[in-house]
């Protein structure tokens, strides 16, 4: 296998995404440009909750959540087929008449997009599930996540609504299956439109999404300086507020200041002794958290990017968050990639900056197993850079450009890992980070042969050469092939 150089370079990506442009997707489902005295208000802001579980199939008593939760016909595990089954998720009003729930009075006149925690457990054959809002079409199909036989499988998507609030969820295998699927909601980016009521302004702001470049902030390895991995029940509490990077050394990555309300992290788990589940949350859950964020089983090196608030509920301000193991030992990794902050009034509330806008439907900007991209893996110990800047002058709202850009979001897919030396198994990591930037310590996905592994990734931009818009990708082992499906933009001002 031909060994790739170190750059593959912007200019095949660019040329490409030239030609793609009239697909990059446009229209009211965006972010809405209303008229004075207040052009943007709440628009593409995000609103962090505490998460909740708002769609769950099982329907079994040995398994927790064994009523199921707002499940849909057919009730219970969910077909898989070559014909792609879909059914239809309550994302708005799912809780509705349940004290406290967060989209029980939204209608998507207030919500632009929702970020959800979607899980496939236990499938009996491999496939893939996607989503899009209920009533349409998308013009290309991206998969959320990838899962084998047996497999639980989780992974953050940004999503929208869709007729009557809902979800429209699609699943696909190649041979007749099922497969039981939970959705956790961990926050939601509200439109222009949205008011909480009340005449006053600040009830109805958010938070802005502040991008940074991947940066370590906890390492449990002891061999890495850690205190050691998780034990049984074990949580485990992690400053966020003022957090100061490890690898690289950076100061109050996260500022330690009370108007950051959440973070968004890269959590990776290292070499569990047994099955288990990771849960990240805001507050001491006083027993076993009733979400998830990473399925493991013994042996597994698993990443997921996680959205989590601060300070959810209302207690004494810290900034600081739990990590929830459920058995044996488990090691875990912390990356942050972003924090989430409510602009003040003194802010200039109509700034642009960290709002964002998610696209009518996920676009794929790059596919290395593809002839227009070179249909080259990259090789061990090796980047390549990408420009995106044909495509950030794509993305647009009723045919007007929406501006400059900060970062992306969007899924970042290990499609296939091959090996070096045909005896030696292989295993791996992907980094996507900013291209004026040194690579980081910290990773986005860790790659293994077998099915493909997605995990969604912000990824956030660089200026490199005297161009805009460059981001780096590189893979620690083997020759990796990869893809990126663009689900959102992230403003700049």
Not at 293 to 302: A, F, I, P
Request: aromatic share 6%; hydrophobic share 40%.
């Amino acid at each position: 296998m031909k060994r790739h150089s170190i750059a593959r370079v912007s200019l095949v990506a660019a040329a490409t995404l030239a030609a793609a442009v009239g697909l990059i997707p446009s229209g009211p489902v965006a972010l809405v440009a209303a008229a004075d005295p207040c052009s943007l208000c709440a628009g593409g802001e995000y609103h962090p909750v505490t998460p909740v579980r708002i769609f769950d199939s099982r329907h079994t008593d040995d398994t927790p959540g064994s009523a199921g939760i707002n499940d849909v016909s057919p009730l219970g595990a969910k077909p898989l087929a070559p014909s792609r089954p879909t059914f239809d998720v309550q994302l708005l009003g799912a809780l509705a008449g349940t004290p406290g729930s967060p989209l029980a009075d939204l209608t998507t006149n207030d919500v632009l997009s929702v970020m959800i925690s979607v899980t496939v457990v236990l499938p009996t054959h491999e496939g893939w599930l996607a989503a899009y809002p209920t009533g349409e079409s998308p013009a290309t199909l991206s998969s959320i996540l990838n899962f084998s036989a047996g497999q639980t499988v989780p992974n953050l998507a940004i999503v929208r609504p869709g007729v009557g609030g809902k979800l429209t969820v699609q699943m696909f295998s190649p041979y007749n299956g099922s497969a039981h699927v939970l959705i956790d909601v961990q926050g939601w980016f509200s439109t222009s439109n949205y008011t909480a009521g009340t005449p006053d302004p600040a009830d109805e702001r958010g938070t802005r999404l502040i991008p940074v470049p991947p940066v370590r902030i906890m390492e449990t390895r002891t061999n890495y300086g850690g205190t050691g991995p998780l034990g049984p029940s074990e949580l485990r509490r992690l400053v966020i507020r003022g957090a100061d990077g490890t690898s690289p050394v950076v100061a109050d990555v996260v500022p330690d200041r009370s108007t950051i309300e959440g973070v968004l992290l890269n959590v990776t788990a290292v070499s569990p002794t047994t099955s288990t589940f990771v849960a990240v949350v805001p507050d001491d859950p006083l027993g076993r958290p009733a979400t998830s964020n990473l399925n493991l089983l013994g042996g597994d090196v698993k990443a997921n990017q996680v959205a989590v608030p601060l300070d959810a509920l209302g207690e004494i301000p810290d900034g600081d968050i739990f990590l929830f193991n459920l058995a044996g030992q488990t090691e875990l990794v912390v990356d942050v990639v972003g924090y989430f902050e409510r602009i003040t009034d003194d802010g200039v509330p109509e700034t642009r900056q960290g709002r964002v806008i998610p696209l009518t439907s996920p676009f794929r900007v790059f596919d290395t197993r593809e002839p227009s991209f070179g249909a080259v893996p990259l090789g061990p110990g090796q980047a390549e850079a990408w420009s995106f800047s044909n495509f950030a002058g794509s993305v647009n709202v009723d045919s007007v450009w929406v501006g400059d850009q900060l970062a992306l979001i969007g899924n970042l897919t290990n499609a296939s890992l091959a090996r070096l030396y045909p005896t030696s198994p292989v295993t791996g990591f992907l980094t996507a980070f900013p291209a004026d930037q040194s690579r980081p310590t910290a990773s986005n996905i860790n790659t293994k042969e077998g099915p493909p592994v997605p995990n969604m990734a912000l990824v956030m931009y660089g200026t490199a050469a005297g161009k805009e818009y460059q981001a780096t990708v590189y893979n620690h082992a083997g020759y990796t092939h990869y893809l990126l499906d663009v689900s959102a933009v992230v403003l700049a001002d």
